[in-house]
């Protein structure tokens, strides 16, 4: 009961993404409260830029984000672990090829 | 007067600051919490530019000038031992009759409601008049409003979402927000009021008079009440007093606590 009231009162919890600069990928950066999507950029802004990690900002709430179910990982990636071919490792490379 | 004109932008960046840095530890949530800690230090950081630009002006006036520029004894004992002072010393050894701030800055925070009032009036106040002092004659001055001006439209943006939010929020937010609008409204005629030294700055043509903005501002802040499904104040009584060192009783309690340490241990660096 009284854990259901608590979260009455509480704003929603949000998830937020950072751009570190321009070309790169969104990272997760952590995660906050916001009433709404707009508090959250603001709250983004303030809590995870300020020592100038990002250009650009997502915010999505948390509730939104689906996952994978962590007890079902055998199923899910032990398959993959016997499969070395699916890795490019069988190729001879010739010296003058850098940065492989 | 340039040197009274440059601490009065100070001191009301100072004061601002160390009201909101008051909050620290205090916000309703963490993230606002840290919100108004960045933004209390974006005003310090401005107060830090513009008093060291004061100090450097100040210790290039004739010895015999620089005893008449102060009252406060703290102060003026260390200009008296002829060594350069700086922007520790302006922010920490004037008392409250040196200080040229505006009433509204002082006002203490009460609630969420009046912290959001207080900055919004302010922040207002700023993005517009930093837009005529980016262009000022005076060179630290237009670089210091430049780099305030980024700030000011996060600040505005910020205070404004508040004011939208209490205002048009429940029926408690709703009237603690009117209350606090409506309580710190008599603080805003002083913004646009000039001081000798605001005269005497627009005379030498180095930054217009701050009636300047007065209907950009008066527009922001209906605009944004009216969003917020407030009441503008129609009040037309004003304090004022601010900015020529007359200030109200709060103004001493916080500079006793903003200058303890440096008054108790003289000199000492942390």
Redesign the interface.
Same mark, same amino acid.
């Given at each position: 009961m009284t854990n259901n009231k608590l979260n009455k009162n509480e704003?929603p919890l949000w998830e937020v993404f950072i751009r570190s600069k321009a070309g790169l990928d969104h990272k997760h950066a952590g995660s906050?409260? @916001? @009433?709404d999507a707009?508090?959250a950029i603001?709250?983004a802004r303030?809590?995870y830029t300020?020592r100038m990690e990002g250009v650009s900002i997502w915010v999505v709430e948390s509730k939104q984000i689906h996952a994978s179910d962590p007890g079902q990982s055998e199923s899910l990636y032990e398959p993959a672990s016997d499969k070395v071919y699916r890795h490019p490792t069988f190729y001879d490379l010739p010296d003058e090829v850098k940065y492989m | 007067m340039i040197l009274e004109y440059i601490l009065q932008l100070a001191d009301d960046a100072l004061i601002m600051g160390h009201r909101l840095s008051e909050w620290t530890g205090h916000g309703p949530i963490l993230e606002q919490d840290i919100a108004i800690t960045n933004t209390a230090l974006d005003h310090l950081g401005r107060a830090r530019s513009l008093y060291q630009y004061a100090a450097e002006i100040f210790n290039a006036l004739p010895a015999d000038k620089k005893t008449e520029v102060f009252n406060s004894v703290a102060i003026n004992t260390t200009v008296q031992t002829g060594k350069a002072i700086d922007e520790d010393d302006l922010a920490f050894l004037r008392d409250v009759r040196d200080y040229r701030n505006m009433l509204l800055v002082e006002q203490p925070n009460n609630d969420w409601a009046y912290t959001i009032a207080r900055s919004f009036y302010f922040d207002a106040f700023c993005y517009y008049y930093f837009g005529f002092l980016c262009q000022s004659s005076d060179a630290t001055i237009a670089a210091i409003a430049t780099k305030s001006l980024k700030e000011t439209t996060y600040h505005l943006r910020w205070s404004s979402e508040w004011v939208i939010r209490l205002g048009d929020g429940t029926e408690e937010s709703h009237k603690r927000m009117q209350h606090a609008i409506n309580e710190l409204w008599m603080y805003t005629g002083e913004m646009f009021v000039a001081s000798s030294a605001d005269s005497a700055i627009a005379q030498a043509g180095i930054c217009p008079l701050p009636e300047t903005v007065a209907a950009q501002w008066k527009n922001k802040v209906a605009d944004i009440l009216q969003e917020a499904t407030l009441t503008l104040p129609t009040g037309t009584w004003m304090q004022q007093g601010g900015k020529t060192g007359v200030h109200s009783e709060h103004m001493g309690y916080l500079l006793a606590e903003m200058q303890f340490m440096q008054r108790t241990y003289p000199g000492m660096e942390w």
């Open positions: 704003w906050l409260h @916001a @009433a707009q508090m603001e709250n303030d809590v300020r | -």
